[in-house]
């Protein structure tokens, strides 16, 4: 097997390396066993938040560096996180999410050390982002964003949605797109599952999900039909949901997250995964869901086209009339017209969102930045 980052060490830098980083997370645990896959040596360092040290076992026998915070944890300012990067034996650098400290940290490196220096955004540069905390986000930009953007070798989109946005906002055009892989398939269906629809993800006001219980309120649904949320976020976001879920009736639960075995037994009873987003980078629950066999629901604000034109998911809109319809769509699907999407989405993970394909990807993208002279 051919193992293109044999003898190099790639930085993964990111203000989380815990639960609270969400989807962010999630790629960079995705992304360390990607690099060691492909024969090099990752090498994580992030803020340290109150979930570092319960999370850090997720990383195996990675080596994971967190730093504590000093002063607004909205900045994230980490006065450790510097000379640490500086000291660190690593060939590239590579930012996960943007809008902290961890950026202004990453140019610095790239200016001292003349490495290569790769930006994933993950979605933070959509639209729907940046018109929230404008004079929060225009003090990032003046502080710290345009020195890293500019000192960036090259940037990481998740779609060309992003690579878009990337484009509109930074100026820049060197972007590799490459999607977040699929987990290993799970035993495909033979049978339609139960009438259980679930949402997975951080609880936060993009992902709309008052707007899905009202929607699973009106909609006209099958017998034995239940909505389940599972996810973490911000107690007053946290508390919001409680309170719309307390209102909705016994077929709507909220479980807080679920990982592992936990997950992926969830996502593999379900009958769709939905995603009624305002905001997305590219949602993993949709994807891993796939691999399981299950459809997805999703927004265009998801960045999966590719699912609803194989026929692997619904589109809906973010009112509650849309969410309605797609449900009582999905929902009442005849079964074999159920699995024949459940099939439509297992070749999606095995196919263009396969571990596979995107570890030759990164590969690629790796090897044009650590080959390029600076």
Not at 132 to 149: D, H, P
Not at 167 to 194: F, K, M, Q, W, Y
């Amino acid at each position: 097997m051919t193992r293109p980052l044999h003898g190099r060490t790639i930085g993964l830098l990111s203000a989380w390396a815990s639960r609270l980083g969400g989807g962010v997370f999630e790629a960079v645990l995705a992304q360390a066993k990607l690099i060691e896959a492909l024969g090099g040596t990752a090498r994580v360092f992030a803020l340290h938040d109150a979930y570092s040290d319960a999370d850090r076992p997720r990383f195996g026998s990675v080596a994971v560096e967190t730093f504590p915070i000093v002063g607004p944890e909205l900045i994230g300012f980490a006065p450790r996180l510097i000379p640490a990067l500086l000291d660190a034996p690593i060939d590239a650098l590579h930012l996960h999410g943007i809008w902290k400290y961890p950026s202004r940290a990453g140019a610095i490196w790239a200016r001292r050390t003349g490495r290569p220096y790769l930006i994933s955004p993950h979605g933070m540069l959509d639209p729907w982002i940046t018109s929230r905390g404008r004079w929060k986000k225009a003090l990032a930009r003046r502080g710290y964003e345009n020195a890293s953007w500019r000192a960036a070798s090259a940037f990481h989109a998740l779609t060309g949605d992003e690579a878009a946005d990337i484009l509109r906002e930074t100026g820049r055009d060197t972007v590799h797109v490459i999607a977040n892989p699929a987990p290993p398939p799970g035993p495909p269906p033979s049978l339609a599952r139960l009438p259980h629809v679930v949402a997975i993800g951080r609880i936060h006001p993009k992902k709309n999900l008052g707007a899905l219980v009202a929607a699973w309120r009106q909609a006209r649904l099958p017998a034995g039909a239940r909505l389940i949320l599972a996810g973490w976020g911000d107690p007053v976001d946290v508390a919001a949901l409680e309170a719309v879920v307390a209102e909705a009736g016994p077929d709507v639960d909220f479980i807080r997250p679920v990982y592992g075995e936990d997950k992926a037994r969830l996502l593999a009873g379900a009958r769709f995964t939905v995603l009624p987003s305002f905001s997305e980078g590219l949602p993993m629950a949709a994807i891993e869901g796939w691999a399981a066999g299950t459809p997805a629901i999703l927004t265009p604000a998801c960045h999966l086209p590719e699912g609803v034109e194989a026929g692997a998911a619904l589109a809906c809109g973010t009112d509650p009339a849309s969410i309605a319809r797609a449900l009582e769509q999905g929902l009442g699907l005849e079964p074999g017209r159920w699995l024949a999407m459940a099939r439509a989405a297992q070749a999606l993970a095995t196919g263009p969102f396969s571990e596979t394909e995107i570890a030759a990807r990164w590969a690629d993208a790796y090897g044009a930045a650590l080959d390029e002279p600076r």
